[in-house]
């Protein structure tokens, strides 16, 4: 079976954003409307922009489906762009602090920005969306379930409850995504005060993946190590600047023994996705060595403010080199929330990816088969 991989391709004002997804075992149901469920919830979110009142983002499966199922090969999936004029778009001669405007015009000698602007837009990320949704599809089938959802906006913070469950009905019935109801009010003040000021907010997403087999990653090479492939994932979001598992940054301020959690066995509860092998805290985020040790994975994201100010910071006329204000591109005023959904669906895509490769078959079928002679022989042990 060949690895699974995700590639997209487009601009923010192309025709369309289109996602190649290779390497994804044959006979998975795939359900569009849940898929463009996801690429709605990104388009929302308080704080959103204007641009999201133009696009209505449905997914276009053009190749590797058929009658609701996965085929082999590669799929391929579109989201057209309303707003399509790349052509007809102005030039871009002065840099935004923030964004990939002047390191890609030394890059590629280009004194227009538009070159550069276009592919480096989060709009790609609809792209990545929509795989993620096939990668859900296929997670779904053994269990497995990935919640993001937002835990800070500028100062305002919200409470986790400790119930999956109850996170992930406070986060869909909330204008910010967050899992407490409670500060929903005080994310969207904070919103609000920085439309108000021309400027924008960033804030922390935590991501959450439950039903996860011990086992999925390697810690045979660096480059198979989960923990550092679902980091690069994340990161690779635009306006993303840190990721932390587990504890993140805290374990630098805490010895050993109020760090690694301990281990015992529940033979009550070998059924579960541990297979009993049961931990009173999850500071490590569900991953040691490499690997997902049956534990929920637990990630977070700072995301930092959007680059594009309505009240433009100090910048260049690139080709005059004159002082002048950076340029302004319709913007969010907070992205955090729809930052959530593009941050669950790349940790379920290398989860998808991390379990065919452990579990690898060409079908749905051998991975089930595969899945299940492991758990019978874990249980074993």
């Not at 690429?39 to 009142?53: D, E, I, N, P, V």
């Not at 090479?221 to 932390?244: F, H, N």
């Not at 569900?286 to 100090?314: D, F």
Request: hydrophobic letters at 45%.
């Amino acid at each position: 079976m060949a690895q699974l991989v995700v590639r997209t391709a487009g601009e923010s004002h192309g025709p369309a954003i289109v996602a190649l997804v290779e390497g994804f075992p044959a006979g998975v149901p795939v359900d569009a409307a849940l898929v463009d469920a996801d690429l709605a919830r990104r388009q929302g979110g308080y704080g959103r922009g204007s641009r999201q009142q133009i696009e209505q983002d449905r997914v276009e499966i053009l190749a590797g489906v058929r009658r609701g199922r996965t085929l082999p090969g590669p799929i391929v999936l579109v989201v057209r762009n309303r707003d399509a004029r790349l052509e007809t778009a102005p030039e871009v001669h002065r840099p935004r602090p923030g964004h990939a405007d002047l390191a890609g015009a030394l890059k590629y000698l280009d004194l227009d920005m538009r070159d550069i602007l276009e592919r480096a837009s989060a709009r790609e990320t609809a792209g990545r969306v929509a795989a993620g949704g096939l990668a859900k599809a296929l997670l779904a089938q053994f269990g497995i379930d990935v919640l993001a959802y937002a835990i800070r906006i500028g100062g305002a913070a919200a409470r986790v409850p400790a119930a999956v469950a109850e996170r992930r009905r406070h986060r869909d019935s909330s204008d910010v995504y967050a899992p407490d109801p409670d500060a929903g009010a005080a994310m969207k003040a904070a919103i609000d005060a920085a439309r108000e000021a021309g400027d924008t907010l960033g804030g922390i997403i935590e991501c959450v993946a439950t039903g996860v087999p011990p086992g999925l990653g390697s810690h045979t090479q660096w480059t198979e190590k989960l923990d550092g492939r679902l980091a690069r994932a994340v990161m690779s979001i635009q306006a993303i600047k840190g990721v932390e598992i587990g504890l993140g940054f805290a374990v630098a301020e805490r010895p050993g023994s109020q760090v690694h959690d301990p281990i015992a066995y529940d033979p009550g509860r070998r059924d579960d996705p541990s297979l009993g092998y049961v931990r009173a805290t999850n500071n490590a985020g569900g991953i040691e060595g490499g690997m997902t040790n049956g534990q929920p994975i637990v990630l977070r994201a700072a995301m930092k403010p959007i680059a594009t100010l309505k009240k433009p910071l100090p910048s260049i006329d690139l080709a005059s080199k004159a002082a002048e204000g950076a340029s302004y591109e319709r913007s969010d005023v907070c992205a955090v929330p729809a930052a959530s959904v593009i941050v669950e669906a790349v940790v379920a895509t290398e989860l998808a990816a991390a379990l065919a490769a452990t579990f690898g078959g060409d079908t749905l079928r051998q991975m089930k088969a595969a899945y299940d002679a492991w758990r019978r022989a874990a249980r074993e042990l």
